[in-house]
């Protein structure tokens, strides 16, 4: 079955930098695309980046001098590193599959992301 | 980017009650090829979203059939017939006819 799994640090120092796994099963990350999601606690989702299928990237222009996304195909992982931390990043962060019909219909269950010193 | 605006933003319901959602968009989510992706998704307490609705009113696999979605343009409905226990949590509209995808602000389902 599909499945995404998000992992790496809970707590990150301000400026420094954030990076995170998404570890899938299910899919390949060559037929399907994979977009990074966040959400402040008590706030609604904002997208981030996607990972298209053929290898390309897409980000959200408001985080795109920050925000990197990679992968490798071998291991079925998608990376995000962003940097330049601040407060205001602290959040859950979400791996999705993104498809272009259905939209974003499996999710991992999110990693919670602390930013402070 | 698209803004997308739900209302209301509570909404207080007893089991077994027909309730609708609104969401609107700040332009048309009228693709042109023909499609408008917007889609609905439900975040129970301390879960990840899931989706429910795509393309406005197409029912996502193992979806109960009181979810039904509706609209075109710039306006749309989620509409719940006959809400049950499990229904409750926050409801998003979410576009990605235009780059980059958003989401509305969310409307809290929970108990009168």
């Known amino acids: 079955q599909v499945q995404l799994k998000e992992s790496g640090p809970g707590l990150v120092q301000p400026s420094e930098t954030l990076s995170l796994t998404c570890t899938v099963s299910?899919?390949?990350?060559?037929?399907?695309?994979v977009s990074w999601v966040r959400q402040p606690s008590g706030k609604g989702p904002e997208w981030m980046g996607r990972?298209?299928?053929?290898?390309?990237?897409a980000y959200n222009s408001a985080l795109k001098s920050r925000l990197s996304i990679s992968r490798d195909t071998s291991k079925n992982q998608v990376f995000l590193k962003m940097n330049s931390l601040q407060t205001d990043d602290t959040g859950t962060y979400y791996c999705?599959?993104?498809?272009?019909?259905?939209?974003?219909?499996?999710w991992g269950q999110g990693v919670m992301v602390t930013v402070s010193s | 980017d698209v803004v997308l605006t739900q209302t209301p933003p509570t909404l207080s319901a007893t089991i077994g009650q027909s309730v609708s959602i609104s969401c609107r968009s700040s332009q048309s989510l009228l693709h042109s090829n023909g499609n408008t992706y917007l889609n609905w998704l439900l975040q129970r307490p301390g879960q990840p979203p899931q989706l429910l609705i795509y393309l406005v009113s197409r029912l996502e696999s193992g979806v109960p059939n009181r979810f039904s979605g509706s609209g075109s343009g710039t306006d749309f409905t989620l509409k719940i017939s006959g809400v049950e226990a499990e229904d409750l949590g926050v409801y998003y509209c979410v576009q990605s006819t235009h780059a980059p995808p958003t989401f509305g602000g969310g409307t809290k389902l929970e108990l009168k």
């Open positions: 299910g899919f390949s990350l060559t037929s399907y695309s």
């Open positions: 999705t599959r993104d498809r272009l019909r259905r939209g974003f219909d499996y």
């Open positions: 990972m298209w299928y053929d290898g390309d990237t």
